[in-house]
T-cell receptor, first 114, second 114 residues
Framework: DQQVKQNSPSLSVQEGRISILNCDYT??????FLWYKKYPAEGPTFLIS?????DKNEDGRFTVFLNKSAKHLSLHIVPSQPGDSAVYFC?????????????FGTGTRLTIIP | DVKVTQSSRYLVKRTGEKVFLECVQD?????MFWYRQDPGLGLRLIYF???????EKGDIPEGYSVSREKKERFSLILESASTNQTSMYLC?????????????FGSGTRLTVV
């Protein structure tokens, strides 16, 4: 049972344009959401996160939007750069006083076309 | 620079062998996790540990066990390796304080069982 889903396995975007990566979840208990980026032969690295009490969080070129009623979040990258080419995983967690464990989605491979 | 180190980048083992994957973190983190990454399935949690000598099953623990004798070290054990355990294995750690959801991942071990 996949509680966190990324329905697009791959996405290609031209350099300079906006990249939009989507993620859906089914567990209404999730209250914290994160995006991780993964290059080949490396571990995932944290990119940006959002608490369920917010609907938007911005960090430089990266913005995450959360729609709780739709159980949907998205990551916007503007403008897209060649170095953004990677696999992106969304993840979700239930608050547990420091003992949180993350449930990851299936990943979206983003390719930025120069 | 904080680190999670996985002892091997690549491993090839025979069916039926007992396999040990080692992970060491130098950040004094309380929590440690083992995931496997497979195409189309994302990252799936195998086992995790919130303290020395404690362990909890994740979503796919069958065929695996773990050991955490010291805070900094978390070992994943494949009791009798099978070909369906061919995968990328990722170790992660987190601080364990309330509200801290950030994981630090190792670079991964690509295990092939033949």
């Amino acid at each position: 049972d996949q509680q966190v889903k990324q329905n697009s396995p791959s996405l290609s975007v031209q350099e300079g344009r906006i990249s939009i990566l989507n993620c859906d979840y089914t567990n209404s208990m999730f209250d914290y959401f994160l995006w991780y980026k993964k290059y080949p032969a490396e571990g995932p690295t944290f990119l940006i996160s959002i608490s369920s009490i917010k609907d938007k969080n911005e960090d430089g070129r990266f913005t995450v939007f959360l729609n709780k009623s739709a159980k949907h979040l998205s990551l916007h990258i503007v403008p897209s750069q060649p170095g953004d080419s990677a696999v992106y995983f969304c993840a979700a967690s239930v608050s547990n006083f420091g003992n949180e464990k993350l449930t990851f989605g299936t990943g979206t491979r983003l390719t930025i076309i120069p | 620079d904080v680190k999670v180190t996985q002892s091997s980048r690549y491993l090839v083992k025979r069916t039926g062998e007992k396999v040990f994957l080692e992970c060491v973190q130098d950040m004094d983190h309380e929590n440690m996790f083992w995931y496997r990454q497979d195409p189309g399935l994302g990252l799936r949690l195998i086992y995790f540990s919130y303290d020395v000598k404690m362990k909890e099953k994740g979503d796919i623990p069958e065929g695996y066990s773990v050991s955490r004798e010291k805070k900094e070290r978390f070992s994943l054990i494949l009791e009798s390796a099978s070909t369906n355990q061919t995968s990328m294995y990722l170790c992660a750690s987190s601080l364990g304080s309330d509200g801290d959801y950030g994981y630090t991942f190792g670079s991964g071990t690509r295990l092939t069982v033949v």
